[in-house]
Nanobody, 120 residues
Framework: QVQLVESGGGLVQAGGSLRLSCAPS????????MGWYRQAPGKQRELVAR???????NYADSVIGRFTISRDNAKNTVYLQMNSLKPEDTAVYYC??????????????WGQGTQVTVSS
């Protein structure tokens, strides 16, 4: 099954940094527009940042100036650099987007999520 795979979550103190990575499960796939979402306990899933294939970005207001989304099209990987982390950033972070193979597009694919916990 075509899916996205995240990595890079963990436990960090407030003010610290983490970098999340996301790539398709197989080497024959490429990524299109991609986004990072997060879901905290008891809350709805929310968009954190999004990047188009040509690099245009947008961010949730709560992360502007602290988080940076980027991509490496040669590696078919999207990143989320998270700096100045706050306890309220604690959530499961999910990667989402469309994946292409040579003959098909797989739309709205999600990763399994990676836990980010920020201690105060």
């Amino acid at each position: 099954q075509v899916q996205l795979v995240e990595s890079g979550g963990g436990l960090v103190q407030a003010g610290g940094s983490l970098r999340l990575s996301c790539a398709p499960s197989g080497s024959m796939f490429s990524i299109n527009a991609m986004g990072w979402y997060r879901q905290a306990p008891g809350k709805q899933r929310e968009l954190v940042a999004r990047i188009t294939r040509d690099g245009s970005r947008n961010y949730a207001d709560s992360v502007i100036g602290r988080f940076t989304i980027s991509r490496d099209n040669a590696k078919n990987t999207v990143y989320l650099q998270m700096n100045s982390l706050k306890p309220e950033d604690t959530a499961v972070y999910y990667c989402n987007g469309d994946i292409s193979s040579y003959d098909a597009v797989y739309r709205d694919r999600w990763g399994q999520g990676t836990q980010v916990t920020v201690s105060s």
